[in-house]
């Protein structure tokens, strides 16, 4: 795990981050941004798929 936390930059602990309210209590979003790009990460914390408007995400 540590040798692919090193080979994907968006990984790394100093990359600029935060938490995008997606209006679901089940999912949380996280958003890495490093240059200019994006990694987007979503979590479901529910035992049920759920859904997120695109919307939100924007």
Do not use: C, W
Not at 25 to 54: D, I, M
Request: hydrophobic letters at 45%; glycine letters at 2%.
């Amino acid at each position: 795990m540590i040798s692919l936390r090193k080979k994907i930059r968006f990984l790394h602990a100093q990359v600029n981050q935060f938490a995008l309210d997606v209006f679901n209590p089940h999912v949380y979003v996280l958003v890495r941004e490093l240059k200019g790009k994006t990694f987007l990460a979503l979590f479901n914390f529910s035992e049920y798929p759920q859904k997120v408007h695109v919307s939100h995400v924007r």
